[in-house]
């Protein structure tokens, strides 16, 4: 991949596509190799499209599921000058949210999506009408280009805007912090959601910011991961989750040299990366996020607990209503964002990462991470899946009560597990029951989302978390 300045020439736009190539391919689908021209000129057939359809006012919301479609819809939406909504998941309850925020909605979709859509205009059905442009057209780096969900892993899921500007620098620079900006050309296979924002940076954004292609397709079982790994050449980055990774490195499934690994959304563990590493045969650096910033660090795993910012942000210490706070300036944003975790700030380019604030718990004086309990469960052989819940009320220093555990564990005894934790936890945090479980509700990114974990804690304790 080229090396690319992070800011333009004229700071006031940016290309839609750089670097470009009309002939560059830009997407792995099942038909063969998709080549940035077919891209960018399919997406100006659905703006103009767009442009004579769409009602004042109204909002796109991109449910396709093909990286390609989701793309094109994409840039056929920034073309029209127009936002584009990336759903937090693709459930009726949050179609209808959406469609209570924004009056019209107006739905970008492929032919054969299973959910019920309100009348989709189907992406798919846009072939280029004209010869693929030698240049790209430029976007205005103000244009309020994709509006995103947070995860909802710590309650009810919450927008934030996008600029073009901040988007584009994104796809600049995040390569650059997990050392992809050493590969001539990556072709990326990823197991997460584009609609989700570490999907959408490190596949749609890679590809048109970063001359990346990506696989069109979302495997996640092992067998389909490796296909898809099979299906694009050298050099391959694959992102994931720790679920993902985990159920792939179980698998026996044969799989071709891999030159990269990300994996993000989730705490990752330093046996399942080393064991990542040794199956795979290439590094593997992890992404730390969050939605407001998108990325914002990376790290080895295996080098240590210090995270590298990426190279346009930087973090700093100020005084806050309850003591320091750490905060992340972002310049495409124009402003510092807080950390929503517990950061420890080494100088304004390295962080330490000390656990999310709402995951903090205080037993019998002693704070702990939850993510942090959960991984030390989950690293005893035989345990696939892992979380610690904390049923009862928010303090400053934290929530308090005692501390459940959720497991799949299939062999394991669950008292015979316990007196396994006991070997590996403060006495304070190992939890009053240990519950084991067949699966754990996560969604598409592999997150636990608030909702869904009191429910798991009353279905199986009769209280609410």
Not at 151 to 174: E, H
Not at 190 to 217: D, I, K, N
Not at 229 to 243: Q, Y
Request: aromatic share 4%; glycine share 8%.
């Amino acid at each position: 991949m080229r090396s690319e300045s992070a800011q333009p020439a004229d700071a006031r736009c940016w290309p839609a596509i750089a670097p470009y190539d009309p002939a560059r391919p830009a997407f792995h689908a099942p038909d063969g190799p998709v080549a940035q021209g077919t891209v960018l000129a399919r997406a100006q057939a659905l703006a103009r499209h767009l442009q004579t359809v769409l009602p004042a006012g109204g909002q796109l919301a991109n449910y396709c599921e093909s990286r390609l479609e989701f793309t094109v819809a994409l840039l056929g939406g920034w073309l029209a000058g127009r936002s584009v909504v990336l759903p937090p998941d693709r459930t009726d309850h949050n179609l209808r949210l959406l469609g209570r925020t924004f009056d019209p909605l107006v739905v970008l979709a492929e032919r054969g999506c299973t959910m019920d859509l309100p009348a989709p205009i189907q992406v798919d059905r846009f072939a280029a009408d004209h010869d693929p442009p030698a240049q790209a057209p430029e976007l205005p780096a103000d244009l309020l280009a994709a509006r995103v969900f947070t995860s909802g892993s710590t309650g009810t899921p919450a927008m934030n805007d996008k600029t073009w500007a901040m988007l584009a620098a994104g796809g600049k620079t995040i390569p650059a912090m997990l050392a992809l900006d050493r590969l001539s050309q990556a072709n990326v296979v990823a197991t997460v959601p584009s609609q989700h924002m570490y999907g959408f940076e490190t596949t749609a954004m890679y590809v048109l910011q970063g001359g990346a292609a990506a696989h069109a397709g979302r495997p996640m079982y092992a067998a389909d991961v490796a296909q898809a790994l099979r299906d694009v050449p050298a050099p391959r980055v694959l992102v994931t989750t720790p679920t993902h990774l985990r159920a792939l490195l179980e698998s026996e499934m044969p799989l071709p040299a891999v030159d990269h690994t990300i994996s993000a959304t989730a705490p990752l563990g330093a046996e399942l990366a080393r064991a990542a590493e040794d199956r795979l045969n290439a590094p593997l650096r992890e992404v730390y996020g969050f939605t407001e910033a998108g990325s914002v660090a990376g790290r080895r795993t295996l080098d240590g607990d210090v995270w590298q910012m990426r190279g346009d942000y930087v973090a700093r210490t100020a005084p806050g209503p309850d003591g320091p706070q750490a905060l992340v300036h972002c310049p495409a944003l124009g402003q510092d964002v807080a950390f929503p975790d517990v950061v420890e700030v080494l100088d304004g380019n390295r962080i330490r990462l000390k656990g999310r604030a709402q995951d903090l718990v205080n037993v019998a004086g002693k704070r702990a991470s939850l993510s942090g309990l959960a991984a030390q469960l989950i690293e005893i052989a035989g345990v696939q899946d892992a979380v610690f819940v904390q049923p009862g009320t928010d303090s400053g220093a934290g929530r308090v009560g005692r501390l459940l555990a959720f497991a799949v564990a299939p062999g394991w005894d669950r008292e015979a597990l316990r007196t396994r934790l006991k070997q590996r936890l403060d006495p304070a945090f190992v939890p009053r029951r240990l519950i084991l479980v067949d699966r754990l509700p996560r969604n598409a990114t592999g997150k636990l989302q608030r909702h869904e974990l009191d429910r798991l804690v009353e279905r199986h304790t009769g209280r609410q978390g």
